[in-house]
């Protein structure tokens, strides 16, 4: 992997000023703050601005874009002489940790307009709902992807059209596949009491998800008969083709492992979730990476969550693995303790891996890039209750996408980690700088004013840009605004 790719950006903040009244004097004083914060991160050579672009800010109205306030930010970012990579947020701002008061829904429109295309008329059957009937407004369900996928086509196609002009200052576009923009199932809430460290919560309980079963379990065995022969009852109902009512009595007797059942419905889960993303991936790809299009070979990137928590231990040298109650109800590993004990099979995430692999494949010009958190994380922070694994999951994930052939970039998943310097030893030592074992091409750092507001950030950083040639002190150009046609996110 060649250290030229390297790039380190940083992360905008979720909003900057208040977008209905960008005139207000509290606005203008955050756009000056924000235009400061750019200048030095073009002084300490960052390569660009990871910025959120809220569908429920610019698609308010169904079929309507307005973008003005992007271009904003976007030009000012450019004015900078850094590149623009803007996610494309299709989930809620607010409610996860560090969002603090900001706070951006889902179009209003979205959840209504989808409710009468399903049975039962019900705006819970295309939002998650979880094992304890708790229903998520932050993002559409994976199981109703179906029913909105036309519309994500739409906003993407607006995105293109609406910065045609600036596809040269944007360096690559993150898909958002879930809540906090990341391709998984939101199983830990504070409403289901699944945060850390605890179990996570299944989500798997709306009309859409059951059903979805129903028809994964039918397509498999053919006949009722059949599934019940297979998981070993004496007759079935239709309604027995279902997920468990006490899920904690299902993960305490260890039956998602122990039984036919139960490895069908975390093997079904796990796949439900991976369509998901391919169907939204996909779409994205047939707007953005076409022929003759403005982001022809732009990079297109989307988020995987170091879910790092009851993971295992280092005992005697040795990982031992615990039971991963966080990540497979997550929806991110399959369920193979053989999987799980084994680096060549990514200690799970073979398969998630496996997703961007395939997506890379279908490309004709851009790459597909995969986006893996918590790399500032330690083992075993937190003590024997957290069960942390984050350095060594850093670690797999980076192998297993260097084995499939996949660009791997990372960042942090706390803010109030970075001023401490182990965070950024561990960041470094991910990177595929030379001399070093690591394979992650990029890092983006959460957020911009937490690194250029903090010296020890600042200090930090410096080490990093040291270590990267293209970015070497006596190296850097003097330039008023990226070079056009330079798309190396």
């Known amino acids: 992997m060649k250290t030229k790719n390297i790039t380190i950006n940083v992360m905008a903040p979720l909003l900057v000023g208040t977008p209905a009244d960008m005139g207000s004097d509290s606005s203008r004083a955050e756009l000056e703050k924000f235009k400061s914060w750019l200048s030095q991160a073009k002084a300490r050579r960052v390569s660009g601005v990871s910025i959120d672009v809220w569908w429920g800010l610019v698609n308010s109205v169904r079929g309507q874009y307005d973008f003005s306030y992007y271009r904003t930010l976007f030009q000012l970012i450019i004015d900078a002489g850094l590149k623009v990579i803007p996610i494309i947020s299709l989930h809620q701002c607010g409610g996860n940790v ?7 829904p889902i179009p209003e429109w979205v959840f209504p307009a989808l409710a009468k295309l399903v049975p039962s008329g019900k705006a819970e059957a295309v939002q998650y709902v979880s094992e304890k009937g708790n229903a998520c407004v932050e993002v559409v369900s994976a199981f109703a992807t179906h029913l909105i ?3 994500y086509k739409s906003m993407f196609q607006a995105f293109s059209d609406g910065f045609a002009d600036m596809s040269a200052n944007i360096a690559e576009i993150n898909i958002s596949l879930g809540p906090a923009g990341e391709l998984r199932y939101p199983s830990y809430t504070d409403a289901d009491n699944s945060n850390w460290p605890n179990r996570g919560a299944l ?89 003759d299009g403005p982001f022809r070979g732009t990079d297109i990137g989307a988020k ?30 399959v369920v193979n303790m053989a999987e799980w004990t084994s680096d060549d099979s990514g200690r ?32 075993g922070a937190d003590g024997k209750k957290a069960m942390s694994l984050a350095n060594s999951l850093v670690r797999w994930v980076g192998a297993e996408a260097k084995r499939q052939g996949v ?35 990029g890092l983006t750092l959460l957020r911009i004013n937490d690194v250029l507001e903090s010296d020890v950030c600042k200090a930090e950083l410096e080490k990093i840009m040291k270590l990267i040639p293209d970015v070497a002190l006596d190296e850097v150009p003097e330039q008023t605004g990226p070079p056009a046609g330079d798309k190396a996110a």
């Open 98 to 104: 560090g969002d603090g008061k900001n706070y951006v």
């Open 149 to 151: 996928v036309d519309e």
């Open 203 to 291: 989500q798997c309980y709306s009309e859409l998800a059951i059903a979805s079963f129903r028809s994964w379990v039918m397509e498999k065995y053919e006949s009722e008969s059949e599934v019940a022969r297979a998981w070993g009852f004496a007759e079935m109902e239709p309604e027995d083709v279902a997920p468990p009512t006490d899920v904690s009595d299902f993960f305490k007797r260890k039956q998602h492992v122990k039984t036919v059942y139960g490895r069908d419905l975390m093997q079904w889960y796990h796949e439900a979730l991976l369509e998901h993303g391919r169907q939204v991936m996909s779409t994205a790809l047939s707007v953005f990476d076409t022929e």
């Open 304 to 333: 995987i969550p170091g879910v790092h928590w009851k993971m295992g231990e280092w005992l005697d040298g040795k990982v031992v693995m615990s039971d991963r109650l966080a990540e497979v109800p997550a929806g991110l590993i």
């Open 348 to 379: 799970g995430y073979k398969s998630i891996v496996s997703l961007f692999a395939e997506l890379n494949a279908l490309t004709k010009h851009s790459r597909v890039v995969l986006h893996f958190t918590c790399l500032e994380m330690p083992d």
């Open 407 to 441: 660009s791997v970039k990372g960042e942090n998943a706390l803010n109030f980690t970075l001023p401490v310097p182990q965070s950024w030893d561990l960041m470094r030592s991910a990177l595929a700088l030379p001399g070093q074992t690591g394979v992650y091409e």
